[in-house]
Each structure stands twice: as C-alpha cells, then as structure tokens.
C-alpha cells in the first residue's frame, strides 16, 4: 500500500517502495488517476547516467526540485526510487523514439544526433532499455540503474525482439565513461563541501507547524519539535525542497564560503569556452 498526501499545488507526495535515495518524492496529481503509464522517451547517451530511456524518463514524473534532490543524492538510487513507485501502483509501458538518437561522450547536453529509423516498444521498461543500450552497442548490465532496477525485481534485463534483428540495428556509440570525470568530481565535491547549501528556520514567527517541509524531504532530514521545522544539518543534502514547501515563508538557507561562489563559477564557465 503506497500512502500519499494531496497537496494544493498540482502535486502529491508519494513514498518509495524501496527507499533507496529518496524516501518520498511528488508526482504530477493527473498520475493518481491513471492505470496505465507510457513512458515515451528518446534514445540517448547521459554523461551522469550513461544513457537516459525509458526508465530514466520517468523522473519526469516528479517536481524540479525532487529532480534537482535526486542528482544530489545518489542518481542512480533515485532513478530507481522513481521507478519502483510506477512498477508497484501502475502497469507501465515504453515506447523508446530512435528515428534520431543521440550519440556522444556528454549527452544529453551536447552529442551528435544520428538517423537510426527504429521505434522501440514493449510492456517491460527494463527490457525495452535493455535492448535500447545493446542496439547502442553497449551492455545493459553496466549501466547501474538498470541493473539495480533487476536486482530490485523491477523488471528483466533479458529481452526478445521482435521485427529487426538486433544485428541489422546495432550502431557503436560513443558512451559517456561509466566512471565519473575528473572534472565531474570536483564540480561534485564543491556542491557538497565547499558550497553547500543548508536549509534552516530563518522566521520561527512564522512556521506555523504545518509540516509541509518534514513530509515533503526526500531524505527525511527535517522533523517538527514544538510545532517549529527542525532540519537536521548533519542530513541535510541542500536540495530546498523543505524551503520550496513552506507555504509561510519561514525557511531560508546558507550556502558554505557564499563569497567566493561567484568566482569559482566563473572560473569553471570559463573551461567550457576554451
């Protein structure tokens, strides 16, 4: 039984079946009415997620900042959070658009588009991503979050086609390194310890304990004590969902050495135009 809190904004918070990264996350309200789920994605390399299809687009579903909260947290974990909320309350289907794909080492964002002609369906979103990454010449077992999904019960990587065989089909993309960069571990040490952001009770005059915040944090970092937000710093992963909740304006957040942010910005701007 998945329990979920509907909220005035056009979301509702439900929780994760398995609580692996986010213990509970908001979906669109439209969902809670529907039985059957499409995922319609487009084939694509990612350079945090080696590639995005049908199970990743499923993060869609979620709010920004619940999306912004999973990358901060452990994206593949996430991914599967997301996923087995779906596969537990809904029968969903895939349909993977790969007339053009994107190929390349740091997709989305940047890559090369390539006229693959190929449409890709079935009832098992892991399946139809399994096939997805072997026609880019890959190995769905590699990619994390689909083999966290298998071994979670989500799904089988282990698939059958039907229509073009798979060899007619397989292209070699270029896949993002499964192992981050050195450039992508910097960004994400800084986010995490040298500009972290922290959440905190700014105005306690104006929480009025309506709990917003504690029901809305993906990682169970803020509670109520004395009808006032308490955020546990030593939890507290700077994704400001808790802040985006409070409907009174009663939170703020502090970000680490916020005087020197600009520059450091700056300065990584700066490697992407040279």
């Not at 908001?26 to 039985?35: E, K, Q, S, Y």
């Not at 995005?52 to 920004?64: D, W, Y």
């Not at 912004?68 to 593949?76: F, G, K, M, P, Y």
């Amino acid at each position: 039984m998945i329990n979920f809190n509907q909220e005035p904004d056009g979301w509702i918070t439900v929780a994760s079946p398995l609580h692996l990264a986010l213990q509970r996350f908001r979906v669109a309200r439209a969902i809670l009415d529907c039985d059957l789920i499409i995922s319609a994605a487009k084939m694509k390399t990612h350079c945090d997620t080696g590639v995005t299809l049908s199970v990743k687009n499923l993060l869609g579903a979620i709010s920004p900042p619940d999306r912004q909260a999973a990358h901060r947290t452990d994206i593949h974990k996430a991914i599967v959070d997301v996923y087995s909320y779906f596969h537990k309350s809904k029968r969903v289907v895939s349909v993977v658009d790969a007339l053009y794909a994107l190929d390349g080492r740091r997709g989305p964002i940047t890559g090369t588009p390539v006229k693959m002609d190929l449409m890709v369906s079935g009832s098992d979103p892991l399946a139809v991503d399994a096939a997805c990454v072997a026609i880019m010449g890959g190995e769905a077992r590699a990619i994390p979050h689909l083999a966290l999904a298998q071994q979670h019960g989500l799904g089988r990587l282990n698939f059958a086609v039907e229509g073009k065989r798979l060899e007619d089909v397989q292209r070699n993309f270029q896949m993002p390194p499964l192992l981050p960069t050195c450039r992508s571990r910097l960004v994400s040490y800084a986010l995490s310890h040298v500009f972290k952001k922290r959440s905190y009770l700014r105005f306690a005059d104006k929480c009025n304990g309506c709990g917003a915040c504690a029901l809305n944090c993906p990682i169970g970092a803020v509670s109520l004590r004395n009808g006032r937000a308490l955020i546990a710093d030593e939890m507290c992963i700077g994704c400001l969902v808790c802040l985006e909740s409070c409907r009174q304006g009663a939170l703020d957040y502090r970000m680490h050495n916020d005087h020197v942010f600009p520059a450091a910005r700056a300065l990584y701007r700066s490697f992407d135009r040279i």
